[in-house]
């Protein structure tokens, strides 16, 4: 661990960010890597959470930036490649796609939907909750689309069509990684992801992998926030980890760039191209979830910054960013 001051950044500015942060009382940790380097970090405790750098918080949506490196990986063992039809490996009759789905649709959330279905991620329990986990989720058919989706989602709308934020199509990559690897997806990213970065404190809920060791790419991973900038500095690295290269850097330039249907999504991250985090760079890309689960991934200040926690507020990206934001050294 080095010094926020030896790589050009104000102790006192991230202090101050940092109880911005830490206001509400929701959130559990902040971390700070510039050049390589953890640099600052800060932890709460409340509710939900203990202030030590190996909790575990909840991913929720942030998961799905995990996701994208698990086919990331796949794609640069030459398993993969994500022009392919998802039917190759996870049957339309089993997967509820349309026959012309492509993996790069459920990237990029242009699938047009599917009717088969895992339940949304668990919430953090109460420090005091002593409520066993529950059993994995499985999927299920759905007679009807989820409140909130366009008309025609998961029956009508054709793959490529439109973008539509939605995790439900995005967690068969799941199928897709077991069946073109030949291991299970939870044992493909423990193998060949978390194992390589060094997490430390990376799982998954119990209701995050199903009967057949798939997990939800959609979420329910439970992680440090020093792990969750691991992921961060992956693809700030252009996919390289300690001399080697995990993921292809072609794979990762696409994944942070503008897809078709979407200036601020690349493959399973938001990107800051049209400006909707105001004050951050335009070539800010992050990872999301829930309640203000963030890696934020800043390449022109070679820095990554994750934070994690929960409570009642939705700490949106905006949000964060003005605690943040003028912790930043001028460019």
């Not at 049209?274 to 203000?292: D, I, L, Q």
């Not at 009642?312 to 605690?323: F, M, N, V």
Request: proline content about 8%.
């Amino acid at each position: 661990m080095s010094t926020p001051d030896a790589h050009g950044l104000s102790p006192a500015a991230l202090e101050a960010a940092a109880a911005q942060l830490a206001a509400p009382g929701e959130r559990q940790g902040l971390v700070v890597i510039r050049h390589g380097e953890l640099v600052f970090e800060r932890y709460w405790a409340n509710d939900w959470a203990r202030a030590v750098p190996e909790w575990r918080n909840v991913s929720f949506s942030a998961g799905k930036s995990w996701g994208g490196a698990m086919v990331g990986r796949a794609v640069t063992t030459g398993r993969l490649n994500i022009d392919e039809l998802t039917s190759k490996y996870h049957p339309a009759e089993i997967s509820g796609f349309r026959p012309q789905t492509r993996i790069r649709h459920l990237l990029t959330m242009t699938s047009g939907g599917t009717m088969n279905m895992k339940p949304s991620s668990k919430p953090p329990k109460k420090l005091d909750d002593a409520t066993p986990p529950g059993p994995g989720v499985e999927y299920e058919w759905y007679k009807e689309a989820e409140r909130g989706t366009p008309p025609g989602y998961g029956t009508t709308i054709q793959p490529g069509e439109r973008f539509f934020y939605d995790g439900a199509p995005a967690d068969h990559l799941a199928d897709i990684i077991t069946a073109a690897t030949g291991k299970t997806s939870h044992r493909y990213m423990m193998e060949e992801i978390v194992a390589p970065l060094g997490c430390e404190n990376f799982n998954y809920q119990r209701e995050g992998v199903d009967s057949k060791d798939n997990i939800r790419i959609g979420g329910s991973i439970t992680l440090s926030c020093r792990d969750l900038a691991r992921l961060g500095q992956l693809y700030l690295n252009k996919g390289r980890w300690n001399g080697e290269q995990l993921i292809a850097a072609d794979y990762i330039r696409d994944a942070v760039n503008p897809s078709a249907h979407n200036p601020a999504y690349g493959y399973l991250w938001w990107l800051n191209r049209s400006g909707r985090t105001p004050g951050a760079p335009r070539s800010m890309y992050f990872a999301a979830g829930a309640r203000g689960q963030f890696c934020f991934v800043l390449p022109e200040h070679d820095m990554v910054i994750a934070t994690m926690g929960y409570g009642a507020t939705q700490l949106s990206a905006p949000d964060a960013w003005k605690a943040l934001g003028p912790a930043l050294p001028a460019i």
